[in-house]
């Protein structure tokens, strides 16, 4: 079973990981360098007549806190290398989490069921949290970092647990419960900052960016799902050897 699982899960995300980076290479990446392009405008502009450089409307973008000695990939070929290798161990990690799913309910899945789960997963994992917190350019203005994470991690799973009791629950109840656990973090709210601060990038650049990392994840999460259940019901065991062999 292990060995099924893991080589389920290594082939649909290598596959996967590897499409998903040479569709960002043509989607996400170019609005990623358009909008890291008004970033490096923004704090290199003078502002007023200091002579030092000081970020231009640092009030404005409070909180967005730029480190110059932090390492970045250079553009082209190292950026998408390292881009590719991220995309790569993620979707191993994500095709885990649905062949861990395989295994505990215990079906037969195949590549339609199976797309099935990672459309799920995306729902879970991209959808739920980019209701509150969409994907961000370079520049973007944001709340604490430390009360993101908590809000993002707290919506994917209650949205994981919220889609198994709709899916999986056997009575209305539960069903009932599982909308209610769906809708928990989006009533509380997401954070966010205070004052009405405006990013650098433009607003139609943001908006342009998270409709299509939004995009890029659903497909990633389609074809994790249907590769990982189309190689996971092909390694399965047959049906039952010694009791063919005896009839």
Excluded: C
Excluded at 58 to 63: D, H, I, L, N, P
Excluded at 197 to 216: D, K, N, Q, W, Y
Excluded at 217 to 234: D, H, K, N
């Amino acid at each position: 079973m292990l060995r099924r699982v893991l080589i389920s899960a290594l082939f649909a995300g290598l596959l996967a990981g590897l499409a998903t980076s040479a569709l960002q290479a043509v989607t996400t990446t170019p609005l990623i360098l358009q909008a890291e392009t008004f970033e490096s405008a923004e704090s290199a502009a003078p502002a007023g007549g200091h002579d030092h450089a000081v970020p231009a409307g640092a009030t404005a973008a409070a909180g967005h806190v730029h480190d110059e000695d932090a390492w970045a990939p250079a553009d082209g070929i190292e950026r998408l290398f390292y881009t590719t290798v991220a995309n790569v161990v993620g979707g191993v990690g994500f095709a885990l989490l649905l062949t861990a799913g395989f295994v505990l309910r215990g079906d037969s899945v195949g590549g339609r069921r199976g797309l099935l789960w990672g459309l799920a997963g995306f729902a879970a994992m991209t959808l739920s949290p980019s209701l509150g917190l969409p994907p961000e350019v370079p520049g973007s203005v944001a709340a604490d970092l430390a009360a993101r994470q908590v809000w993002w991690l707290s919506a994917v799973v209650t949205a994981a647990l919220g889609l198994w009791l709709l899916a999986f629950g056997r009575s209305t109840l539960l069903k009932v419960v599982g909308v209610a656990v769906l809708a928990l973090p989006h009533l509380v709210g997401a954070p966010h900052p205070h004052g009405g601060e405006a990013g650098i990038a433009p607003p139609e650049l943001a908006a342009r960016f998270a409709a299509t990392s939004i995009v890029v994840s659903a497909l990633t999460w389609a074809l994790i799902g249907w590769l990982a259940g189309t190689v996971y019901e092909r390694l399965g065991p047959p049906e039952t050897g010694a009791e063919t062999a005896t009839a």
